[in-house]
């Protein structure tokens, strides 16, 4: 147990369609990242926020976006979905000023575009 | 461009020593980091490297060489728990983890 919870665990969505993925990060962690793991892959990073505010981003286009709120809690948007989208989505949280690498990842949120 | 290799699955025996290697090149590093991820679970951070040398925790040993961008994770006495990917990943710039395609591993009986 990470003390990371994600939900949904699993969705399946159409093309063309919006989803929003939730995070609750570990208590008194600040920063919050995301990545997307497709079968077979390591995951890929999406972007990260520390208080609020977004301060990395990987090489995923704008229809990704995100939000990260008071409580350090964190939403992921998808718009215009793809078939390509259908991943695992990680949620990581670890404390501001700590190791970059030293996550706590969620179980994630299993994706399915058709 | 950014690159992180390692083998795509390995097998070994119950009792066995096996050790996985990682290659990278990165435009930045800030610490080389081991991660283990079973089957439809979140990946658990193993290790982490920044200088030279072997880190070493319990049954799982990890190395890194930098002027060669090469690491390994060792593990001893396997067990048919540590059946799982192994996924090496870096610490580059803009707060972000490279991760590599990862291993999977089958400790047999």
């Known amino acids: 147990e990470t003390g990371v919870t994600q939900s949904p665990t699993h969705l399946i969505k159409t093309r063309g369609q919006q989803v929003t993925l939730r995070c609750s990060s570990q208590s008194g962690h600040n920063t919050v990242s995301w990545y997307q793991q497709a079968l077979g892959q390591g995951p890929q ?59 706590f990842f969620g179980e994630g949120s299993r994706l399915t575009v058709l | 461009g950014q ?38 679970e979140a990946p658990t951070f193993l290790s982490y490297n920044v200088l030279d040398g072997l880190e070493e925790k319990g049954r799982f040993s990890s190395f890194l060489s930098r002027s060669k961008g090469y690491s390994y994770l060792l593990l001893k006495e396997l067990q048919m ?29």
């Open chain 1, 45 to 103: 990073f999406i972007f990260q926020y520390y208080r609020e505010e977004e301060n990395g981003r990987g090489n995923f286009p704008p229809r990704f976006s995100g939000l990260q709120f008071p409580n350090y809690s964190s939403e992921l948007n998808v718009n215009a979905l793809e078939l390509d989208d259908s991943a695992l989505y990680l949620c990581a949280s670890r404390m501001g000023g700590s190791r970059t690498g030293e996550l």
């Open chain 2, 3 to 40: 690159n992180i290799d390692q083998p795509t699955e390995m097998t070994a025996t119950e009792g066995a020593i096996v050790q996985i290697n990682c290659t990278y090149q990165t435009s930045g590093f800030n610490g080389l980091f081991w991660y283990q991820q079973h089957a439809g």
């Open chain 2, 81 to 109: 728990k540590d059946s799982a990917s192994y996924l090496c990943a870096v610490s580059g710039g803009y707060n972000k983890l490279i991760f590599g395609a990862g291993t999977r591993l089958a400790v047999h009986p």
